[in-house]
């Protein structure tokens, strides 16, 4: 079966905002800084006039804001890191196509052509608007929904590519 699709640059940032929480180290990251800002904030207000309840609610609005901007900063970040490898620039915007057969999948692009059997696939999955093949814990192909003539073809291609994948593991499992 293939397709072919055209990776946007949209995608590419949703993709790292899906994927961010999903990574143990940046969540540690995160939490830590979070934490340890919220708690030097608390208890420099402490020796200040105001009332426990006024504190801990500038404490709440504190984490709140924290979390927002290590959030958006760390997806942008992220995003540009890797838009500087040569690989993602040369993909972005041009028409690519991806292959999905018994013994893998191939991506092609423009400028590279990558072939990927099965067990190098550690998942799997979709969203509303994309379905994910990843080729790592933090980087997949990104097909968008939107490449397909309907919602029955994006489902047939999921299930397909998805049960092919499922066999493989079993095969791999069985020997």
């Not at 708690?39 to 500038?58: C, G, W």
């Not at 990927?116 to 929904?145: C, E, H």
Request: charged share 15%.
């Amino acid at each position: 079966m293939e397709i072919k699709y055209r990776p946007y640059f949209c995608e590419f940032l949703w993709f790292n905002f899906y994927q961010l929480p999903r990574v143990l180290s940046i969540l540690i990251l995160v939490i830590g800084l979070i934490v340890y800002i919220g708690y030097d904030n608390f208890f420099s207000s402490t020796s200040s006039d105001y009332s426990l309840a006024v504190k801990i609610v500038a404490f709440i609005i504190t984490l709140f804001q924290l979390s927002i901007i290590c959030i958006v900063f760390f997806v942008l970040i992220i995003g540009f890191l890797q838009l500087t490898n040569q690989h993602q620039r040369s993909q972005m915007n041009h028409d690519c196509k991806l292959i999905v057969s018994e013994s893998g999948i191939v991506d092609e692009t423009p400028t590279k052509r990558t072939e990927l059997n099965w067990s190098g696939i550690p998942k799997i999955s979709q969203t509303r608007g994309s379905i994910l093949i990843y080729v790592s814990d933090s980087s997949a192909f990104v097909i968008s929904k939107k490449a397909f003539q309907n919602e029955i073809d994006a489902k047939a291609f999921f299930d397909y590519t998805y049960n092919l994948w499922q066999r493989s593991k079993k095969v791999a499992l069985s020997k």
